[in-house]
């Protein structure tokens, strides 16, 4: 599950469907440290697929965890874009949870791109998850456990942060909180040039009569 080098028959994961058939969002200045949004129901990732498939602490764990940082915040979507220009979450942690109100897909990539950091974790049945495409596609740059999954991997400090047990999750919290201002703006400028460089664009076509790989959860929802 890991490579140094762009390998050319892998399809690229995708954003969430949605992002495709709207306008590209308007980019916001930096008013967060670090965000963390989606469904964290026990009843749904509290499981082992993820431990046992894949040898990574599963998205419950890592809730569970983040949680008990000082530097959390939660709160809903509607408080978040309420309060966003207040700058009040500039050295915050905020994690927001579905099932207390979302922030609407089609303004995700818009109020996201005032992060400075999306805190990332494992999908259900496999660590891919698209939120550390869209992340990466407004210049957000992604805290991930599941880094070799991404084509080519990711690289901690140079275009991700990095994280692997429950230790390290108040350690990478940490490191990004209090990361300085040109430290930072290098691995930003590194995340937007891998992804322009291996995200942005797919041709199709280029690469209609050759095997590929793609990354799916389920054969089922091929068409």
Known sequence: YTTDGYVKEAVPYIMHPRNYMIAKPELLEKQVGIVMSGNF??????????????QLLNRWQIYNEIIKHKAVVTI???????QLESSIFKNSFVVMKWQQGAIP?????????SAKFLFCAPGMTMPMCHNVIEAMSVGVVPIINYQNWLNPSLIDGKNALLYNSEE???QVIDRALQMNDSE?????KNVIAYYESYYKDYDFEANRNQTLILLNEDSKDLV
């Open 105 to 113: 897909s089609e303004e995700w990539r818009h109020y996201l791109s």
């Open 76 to 82: 809903t979507g509607t408080e978040f874009k309420e």
């Open 41 to 54: 129901e026990a009843k749904i990732y509290d499981s082992d697929t993820i431990t046992k498939n894949f």
């Open 168 to 170: 390290s999750i108040h």
């Open 184 to 188: 930072y703006l290098a691995l930003q």
